[in-house]
């Protein structure tokens, strides 16, 4: 079964806006898949020899092109009637010369070495923003295992020609935890002998967390000493028959979790309380804040308190918090700092200046002090327009913001909540609020 290819958000994509009302959300949602995890399974779906049941598998954009990737590389897909998905493959046998990641740089870097441990030369491309993306590192490292690379200015598209010779080596953990992600993926399937990935300056630890349970899940022994080094010990390949289900995304939480938090009463299904991703620290910030939240029986209940107090957040390790936390920091009393701004310029948009446009929009005040954004809270938001930028993370976070508003909040082009939650603005009905969309 070969995978139609979804409208994937771009500059080209028909613009929609969608007016908010402000509302009390009210209501009991299931939280769609972890794309983090479901693009990590994915990968060793591919790699695995054998068969791989995937269940609860993501529908977004990015899930999608996790999935037409493997089937480039040669595994077979069937969907079954509970939604679950089939992957059968022989590892890597491309049918394709080239794999386009859509706009997901989690994709690009995550099967960028795993497309190098075939002979044959394959192009790795991409849409949108994600071609504005650096993605010069890549060549650093991999021409380094044998590979032969060609790229485009240090970005995408990129040409790679293996098969990746599994070595000893050393890398700059700062630049992107998700092309170790692809190398550890790529070493564990494709190592003879110990090796060893040497790293420093890691960013992103728990991100590496999920990799490492995933390829666990797998049948592959990583020894991790203390992130700095990973020892990848071979174990001889069989055929393995393998069932993995995604859970559910903390990341797509925090944004039900905040509007709980500042004008809601939310009951959040499906979480894994005890969770390795990274975005699962986002209670503690509820915790540190004064917020009210409940888990019971593997549902989280938020609802509104009145007097949040401010905090102080490290997103460095967690940056996909970043949007929904300022917007919380928004509606708490006093001034909060979240630390991590150099780890926002080369998302979907360019967060250090979309989250303060954002703020500004809604009259919230907010400066910036070294590597921290400081946000100073206030009782109500502006009745305001808001550009998303594009960027599927801005959207969501204006979209809670809006409840708080003094009237109605216009929010631009949000077609780009595809790249991770399709449904989220048919959530936010579901809750009681009123939206209007204007294309």
Partial sequence: MLLKKSKHRNQLSTPIHIIIQPAFAEGTLSVPPSKSLMQRACAAALLNKGHTTLYNPGIADDDRAALRIIENLGARIETFSDGSLGIESEGIKPV????SCGESGLCARLFTPIAALSDQALTITGEGSLLERPMDFLAAVLTRLNVQLSDTYGRLPITVQGPL?????????????????????AYAFAARQDVKIAVSRLASKPYIDLTLSVLEHFGKRIDNKEYSQFKIVPIEPERLNVA???????????YWVVAGLINGDIRLKGLNENSKQADRILLDVV????????????????????????????????????????????GCRGSSAIKGLSRLKHKESNREESIRQLLNSFGVPNTIEGDCLIITGVQQFKSCTINSFLDHRIAMAASVGALKAEGEV????????????????????QLGVNTTTVI
């Fill in 165 to 185: 010779q599994p070595k000893d080596i050393h890398v700059d953990g700062s630049l992107s935890s998700q092309f170790l992600t692809g190398l550890l993926f």
């Fill in 287 to 330: 915790k540190s804040c004064g917020g009210n939240f409940l888990f019971e029986e593997n549902i989280l209940h938020i609802h509104k308190t009145t007097s949040l107090q401010s905090f102080y957040f490290d997103a460095t390790d967690a940056p996909d918090l970043f949007p929904a936390l300022a917007v919380l920091a928004a």
């Fill in 410 to 429: 216009m929010i631009r082009d949000t077609q780009c909540v595809s790249k991770s939650y399709p449904d989220f603005f048919k959530h936010l009905n």
């Fill in 96 to 99: 394709s010369h080239s794999i």
């Fill in 244 to 254: 993995y289900t995604v859970e559910a995304d903390w990341s797509s939480a925090s």
